[in-house]
Structure formats: structure tokens, C-alpha cells
């Protein structure tokens, strides 16, 4: 798992932006609600969705300023499918992708449709805010290591180039670009 710790201090709450809410969709009840009260503690309101169908009822209701959207929503449905209709209701929405089934392709997928970031859950506030740009990175202390994305990408793009013999032009197409 992986841990981040705010330190205490100046700068957190005067880094927020406080006046838009976020909104939160997740299909695990207990970790939705410890999450929104960690945020709020930090002085950041949000709402709670925990299906798409529900998450696109908020999402039009108060046209959020973030999202941390859960890659698994109940046992078919997938986080990917509201990155793009959230997208469209709001292009400045930072939409981030959390999960506890992190995988090099998943996190390709979720850029590629036009997620802004990508976290292994669990996925702590201090995490979030970081992500967010709402706390600064120095405040933040990492006690454990975790792949950046910009690595996961390259790794992803590395693969494909093995896979096709180092064969640039097929390993653009095999990556979809």
C-alpha cells in the first residue's frame, strides 16, 4: 500500500480553492465516506456517487471541479466509461482515475481518454490534494515508493516496441496512436 503524510503547517488551506465541490464515485460505501471526511477536514466539500449512472446525475447537478473516479463501480461497470461524458460537461474538470487494480494499460487507457491523472487506491487525501495541485509537493512525504505515471507510460511504450521487434511505426499502431 502506499501512505502520504501532510505535514502540518501553513500553505494547505490557502493553496484551495474552496469555492467549487469535487465529486467522489466509488462503489466501496465506507472508503467513499472516510475519504469525503479526510477532504473536508482540509476544507474541501464534495459530493458522493457510488454508480455511473448516479455519478452522472451529481456531475450534472454541480459541475465539479475534480472527480476521483473508481476503476471497478459494482461488478461490470468501469470507471473508464464517465471520463469522457465528464469531460464533456466540464473541460477544466481535473479527472482522476483511483484503483486498486493498477496495471500499465489501465493507466494508458485512462490518459488516452482523457483522465489528467492516475492513482493506486488506496488513495489518501494528502495523495489527492497533491495530485490536485492543492498541496505542495514538499508537504507532502512519501513513505513508501510508487511508479510515476510518466514511467508507467514509457514502460507501456517500451513493451510495445519490444513486442514488435523495435518496429516504431507498428508499435504506434499497436498503442493506438
Keep these: 500500500p502506499f501512505y502520504f ?16 465541490p469535487g465529486l467522489l464515485i466509488d462503489d466501496d460505501e465506507l472508503y467513499l465516506r472516510t475519504l469525503q471526511r479526510s477532504l473536508a477536514r482540509q476544507g474541501l466539500e464534495t459530493r458522493t456517487a457510488a454508480s455511473i449512472a ?12 475534480f472527480a ?4 471497478r463501480l459494482g461488478e461490470e461497470d468501469s470507471g473508464l466509461t464517465l471520463i ?12 482522476l482515475l483511483v484503483t486498486g487494480y493498477a496495471s500499465v494499460a489501465t493507466a494508458v487507457e485512462a490518459i488516452k481518454r482523457g483522465a489528467d491523472d492516475y492513482l493506486p487506491k488506496p488513495a489518501t487525501a494528502p495523495m489527492i490534494l497533491r495530485t490536485l495541485g ?6 507532502v512525504t512519501i513513505e513508501s515508493t510508487m511508479t510515476p505515471l510518466h514511467r508507467l507510460e514509457w514502460e507501456h511504450i517500451q513493451q510495445a516496441l ?6 516504431v511505426s507498428a508499435a504506434a499502431r499497436l498503442l493506438g496512436m
Excluded at 59 to 65: G, N, T, V
Excluded at 68 to 71: A, E, M, P
Excluded at 134 to 139: I, Q
Design 5 to 20: 503524510t501532510a505535514r502540518s503547517g501553513p500553505g494547505i488551506r490557502e493553496a484551495m480553492n474552496l469555492s467549487e
Design 54 to 65: 448516479e455519478a452522472l446525475r451529481v456531475a450534472e447537478d454541480i459541475r465539479p471541479s
Design 68 to 71: 476521483l473516479v473508481d476503476l
Design 84 to 95: 469522457r461524458p465528464l469531460r464533456a460537461l466540464r473541460a477544466d474538470m481535473r479527472i
Design 134 to 139: 492543492l498541496l505542495k509537493a514538499e508537504s
Design 162 to 167: 519490444s513486442e514488435t521487434g523495435g518496429n
